[in-house]
């Protein structure tokens, strides 16, 4: 599988915001594209002491600090599915946390992370909503700029909505079990800093925002059970 290269600019961070929903019954976790192992600290608040975490990250001196001082079990550097091409292991957790954006078939990596799923196993994915509300507002004024970080994230070459989310889930053999926006723009104040525009926001614009309120989605998906073929 191709994978365009990938560069160490990505914050440690453990995703606060992402943690509440973490499935807590899951004993086995392994976070694709974990960095510097931010996101392995809440998954290690959420699963407990005894759950087994791996990380995966191409980026070798992210994947150290990684090894060191956080709390995977083991870190592999280099990219999913290939550096687990030999590997039996299934876990009951599978995360992407911004990390589908970054692949030019995010339908073939959902599909090959089947494998390695037990049964009853899950998908957790953070993925940016290219219909946020600034975002859309710039588009309409012409303004379609890249940045190091971010929705325009110069190193994405997917972009979703809530809806396009779901389907590339359906399209890869996932039932979706749930969406939750997070980031809202009733928490960010639209990145305006003063306290009477986060009250306005949270007063009056994620109101009428819909979908584009929200920064990202976290969706949770499972494997769809195939049907039996039909005798003929």
């Not at 600034?134 to 190091?148: C, I, M, Q, S």
Request: hydrophobic share 35%.
């Amino acid at each position: 599988m191709s994978h365009p290269q990938q560069q160490a600019v990505y914050p440690d961070a453990p995703r606060p915001e992402f943690a509440p929903l973490i499935p807590t019954d899951a004993r086995s976790a392994l976070d694709v594209g974990c960095s510097r192992g931010g996101f392995g600290f809440s998954l290690r608040d959420a699963l407990g002491p005894d759950a087994r975490l791996v990380g995966i990250e191409p980026v070798a001196s992210q994947a150290e600090v990684a090894r060191v001082g956080h709390e995977f079990d083991e870190v592999h550097t280099g990219y999913f599915p290939d550096v687990l091409a030999d590997s039996e292991e299934k876990f009951d957790l599978i995360c992407f946390n911004d990390v589908l954006e970054h692949i030019v078939d995010p339908w073939e990596t959902l599909r090959a992370a089947r494998k390695h799923l037990n049964p009853g196993g899950r998908i957790f994915a953070g993925i940016p909503n290219v219909q946020w509300l600034p975002n859309v507002l710039r588009l309409a004024r012409g303004h379609w700029t890249y940045t190091e970080m971010g929705i325009l994230d110069r190193t994405h070459v997917r972009f979703f909505t809530k809806s396009s989310m779901e389907d590339m889930f359906r399209q890869s053999g996932y039932r979706v079990i749930s969406t939750t926006g997070v980031n809202s723009l009733a928490d960010t104040g639209y990145g305006i800093g003063t306290e009477k525009w986060k009250t306005w926001a949270r007063t009056h614009l994620a109101r009428f925002a819909g979908n584009s309120q929200y920064l990202h989605f976290v969706v949770i998906a499972t494997p769809r059970k195939r049907r039996p073929k039909k005798k003929r």
